[in-house]
């Protein structure tokens, strides 16, 4: 048995599961977000609890229960209190400033860079740190990682996009002569 399929998901107060034509929805405060069931696998709802069931013992069967288990765990918590993601750039000179939907951000290149936002996320930013936010845990992460793609952290200064705690691996630089 799935470690993690087999452990029921909780709804809190305020969300709503339907298993539909193959489909799971589930409504929150903060919006709607549908997957569709995967292949030899059930949803099924009791009370305050969803289960997670699959048909056989099969190697797909097995790795589609927990994948399944935790697809809906992470809509239940995407649309009851939404995921995060947080950036910081770091070098000298790189700035990033929101106008309207849009990121533009200088990044040391000869032209300004402007990223548009996707409708689904939110974006904000304070100083040089950017936050995107969103109840698809999915999207937030994609999104997320797109921006930091643009200027990834290189390691002699540390300088570009790195998510927040994120450790670089410094190297030294040239060890040909004395300092």
Do not use: W
Request: proline share 3%; aromatic share 2%.
């Amino acid at each position: 048995m799935s470690r993690v399929g087999k452990l029921p998901v909780k709804l809190p107060s305020g969300v709503t599961l339907a298993v539909e034509n193959g489909q799971v929805v589930v409504n929150g405060s903060k919006g709607s977000l549908s997957q569709a069931v995967m292949p030899q696998t059930s949803v099924t709802v009791e009370g305050e609890e969803i289960l997670v069931a699959r048909a056989n013992d099969e190697r797909e069967a097995r790795s589609n229960h927990g994948l399944m288990r935790a697809l809906i765990q992470n809509m239940v918590t995407g649309v009851s209190t939404g995921f995060e993601k947080k950036l910081e750039v770091n070098g000298v000179g790189f700035r990033v400033n929101l106008a309207g939907s849009d990121l533009k951000m200088n990044l040391g290149l000869s032209h300004e860079v402007v990223f548009k936002v996707p409708q689904d996320v939110t974006a904000s930013v304070e100083q040089n740190t950017i936050t995107i936010s969103g109840i698809s845990k999915q999207r937030v992460g994609q999104v997320a990682a797109e921006i930091r793609a643009l200027k990834k952290p290189e390691p002699y200064k540390g300088k570009g996009i790195m998510y927040v705690g994120e450790r670089i691996i410094r190297k030294s630089g040239k060890s040909g002569k004395e300092k």
